[in-house]
């Protein structure tokens, strides 16, 4: 018999909660840091998960096949579910009656899914787990559609990557219906794409907010050039303008230096001959004055 210092510490839904909480703190740290739209929202989606795959094992009945009410804690998976529509509708920067009418569209299958996990009377709704996991994965063949919205409108920027990821959740439930494995395994299973969903939308917003960086530093560079030629540019019309001054400034005073040689002579001349007509009046001879 093994030794119980021998078994693991924790399981695999220990690990992927843990993975699930680190991605939490990493979108709450950009929310904080880079205000990025959508952020927020997808820390409380990844909270919420990790919440509820780290109590999986422990609070979630594996039977019936059949369901009517699932119980409460489903609505913790509606609402992270909820949390990713909302988050993602933001991040690609859709406004207006564009956004009202996509959240929903988008939320409209949680809706009911939510109504049948109150645990309402609703004993003539019986749905297959199978068909249940069809409901609950639909919301994200619409966040697939968003993200490819957002990738013909803005090219490159990664978010086909994040449409195939979200599309990875209603794949691993058609998968697994038609393997015809025990629809209970999609809640264990189902994790692993969302694990994928989280790290992608992560590492596009990462790469999409160092892009959007390097844009504005190039663009910021080539400010600084237009600005450096201008400057350069306004210092040779400066340079110029003050040469052309000093050409006026040298004109001018080569004119005033030949103005005043020419009236030396005959003001030298009005000079003496007021002189003599000023000794002339003193001496009281205004004939001589006169002259």
């Known amino acids: 018999m093994q030794a119980d210092w021998l078994q693991p510490p924790f399981t695999v839904t220990d690990l992927i909660a843990a993975l699930l909480w680190v991605l ?44 009517s009410a699932v119980g409460g804690w489903f609505l913790v998976i509606l609402i992270a579910i909820g949390c990713l529509c909302v988050g993602l509708t933001l991040y690609v920067g859709m406004q207006g009656r564009a956004r009202t009418m996509v959240l929903a569209l988008l939320l409209m299958p949680l809706v009911v899914c939510g ?11 019986q749905f297959k787990r199978h ?13 697939a559609g968003v993200a490819w919205w957002a990738e013909r409108r803005e090219r490159s920027a990664g978010h086909l990557y994040i ?24 809640r264990y299973w189902g994790f692993v794409p969302m694990l994928v969903i989280g790290l992608t939308l992560l590492t596009v917003s990462l790469l ?23 400057n350069a540019s306004l210092e040779a019309k400066v340079e110029a303008r003050t040469c052309e001054l000093r050409e006026v400034i040298a004109g001018l005073e080569g004119f005033n230096r030949q103005v005043s040689h020419d009236l030396r002579g005959p003001l030298g001349g009005i000079g003496g001959l007021a002189r003599l007509a000023g000794q002339a009046l003193e001496r009281g001879d205004l004939a001589a004055a006169q002259k």
């Open 115 to 125: 109504v049948i996990a109150t645990g309402v009377d609703l004993s003539i709704w």
């Open 24 to 67: 939490a703190a990493l979108y709450g740290t950009l929310k904080l840091r880079d205000h990025e739209p959508g952020m927020g929202w997808f820390a409380w989606a990844m909270a919420l998960m990790a919440v509820f795959v780290g109590n999986n094992a422990r609070h979630l009945p594996t039977e019936p096949t059949w369901v």
């Open 131 to 143: 068909v249940w996991n069809l409901i609950l994965t639909a919301p994200f063949f619409g966040l």
């Open 163 to 186: 449409a195939l990821a979200f599309l990875l959740v209603p794949g691993t439930a058609i998968v697994l219906a038609a393997l015809g494995s025990p629809s209970a395994h999609l």
């Open 208 to 230: 999409r907010r160092r892009r959007l960086l390097l844009e504005e530093v190039a663009r910021r560079a080539t400010a600084e050039d237009a600005l450096a030629r201008m």
